[in-house]
């Protein structure tokens, strides 16, 4: 039987949607990034994945590891682990960075102990992803924020000169 890697003081729990996958990384991640690339924002049906990395040897599967499935793309040197049973990606794992692990960071409940300050593949970005316009209540549904369509000027016959 192999030894348990010894955990730090310090770790954060996550888990996929149903809770049949738990896992846990010693705090603080290594870091933590906004990934716009096409094929994340496909993985995880999001405009974009806030992610956080772990060494490995910081990372650990407490459940459910038998609930895992796994697609890898040979051709990007990239594997992504789901939840079998709910769907919830739980791992980006890069041929590139084998001692790293990367786990969506809305799996945690909990801080990580890194802010996510860096955007990566912002050239793939979605044309369609909120980027802080303003916004107003929209009348009659409460809890629900809208963006008014921006004010075109309008040219007059007189201006056209």
């Known amino acids: 039987m192999a030894a ?3 955990a730090s003081a310090v ?11 738990k896992i846990e990384i010693d705090v603080p991640a290594r870091w933590a990034w906004h990934d716009h690339a096409a ?11 806030t992610y956080v990395a772990s060494y490995r040897s910081r990372f650990r599967i407490l459940e459910g590891e038998d609930s895992l499935t796994r697609f890898e793309d040979a051709a ?14 739980v ?4 041929a590139r960075s084998p001692t790293m692990v990367n786990i969506p960071r809305a799996l945690f409940t909990e801080r990580t102990g890194r802010e996510p300050r860096y955007h990566m593949n912002l050239s793939e970005q979605a044309d369609w992803t909120y980027l ?11 809890g629900v ?9 309008r040219i007059l016959p007189d201006d056209m000169f």
């Open 4 to 6: 348990k890697p010894k």
């Open 11 to 21: 770790q954060a729990a996550g888990a996929c949607v149903c809770g049949a996958v």
């Open 39 to 49: 094929a994340s924002r496909h993985a995880h049906g999001a405009a974009y994945v």
């Open 76 to 89: 990007a040197g990239t594997a992504r682990s789901f939840c079998a049973r709910c769907g919830a990606p």
């Open 91 to 94: 791992l980006y794992e890069r």
């Open 132 to 142: 802080g316009e303003p916004l107003a209540p929209l009348k009659g549904y409460p």
């Open 145 to 153: 924020m809208w963006a008014r369509p921006r004010k075109t000027k």
